[in-house]
């Protein structure tokens, strides 16, 4: 069983950055493929980025470029340093784990099997 929980949400003006974390249970840590999804209110949860167990990453065309994730192995954390924030990135924002590396349609939420509870991200104009 993992648990993943997720914190550094809040309140941002557009333009600014924000990070939000993941910390995660677990001993086999470094070998999940880890990633994070969000959901604005009134729409579908849309993938955001994920990061395979050896780093390498992969994100949605509306955030590349100004969104960046990453892993510390050794604190069983992920990480989403979002910059250039805009009103359209306000949402929950979900960490995601896979046991055994990234999962094969990894831009798709129901193929992952672990989430975390969200963390609200509030971009204001």
């Known amino acids: 069983q993992v648990q993943l929980v997720e914190s550094g949400g809040g309140l941002v003006q557009a333009g600014g950055s924000l990070r939000v974390s993941c910390a995660a249970s677990?001993?086999?840590?470094?070998?999940?493929?880890v990633g994070w999804f969000r959901q604005a209110p009134g729409k579908e949860r849309e993938f955001v980025a994920a990061?395979?167990?050896?780093?390498?990453?992969y994100y949605a065309v509306a955030v590349k470029g100004r969104f960046t994730g990453s892993r510390d192995n050794a604190k069983n954390t992920v990480y989403l340093q979002m910059t250039s924030l805009k009103p359209e990135d306000t949402a929950v924002y979900y960490c995601?784990?896979?046991?055994?590396?990234?999962?094969?349609?990894?831009?798709?939420?129901?193929?992952?099997?672990?989430w975390g509870q969200g963390t609200q991200v509030t971009v204001s104009s």
């Open positions: 677990g001993r086999t840590f470094s070998s999940y493929g």
């Open positions: 990061i395979s167990s050896t780093g390498l990453s």
């Open positions: 995601v784990a896979n046991l055994l590396g990234l999962p094969a349609n990894w831009a798709t939420s129901r193929t992952w099997y672990y």
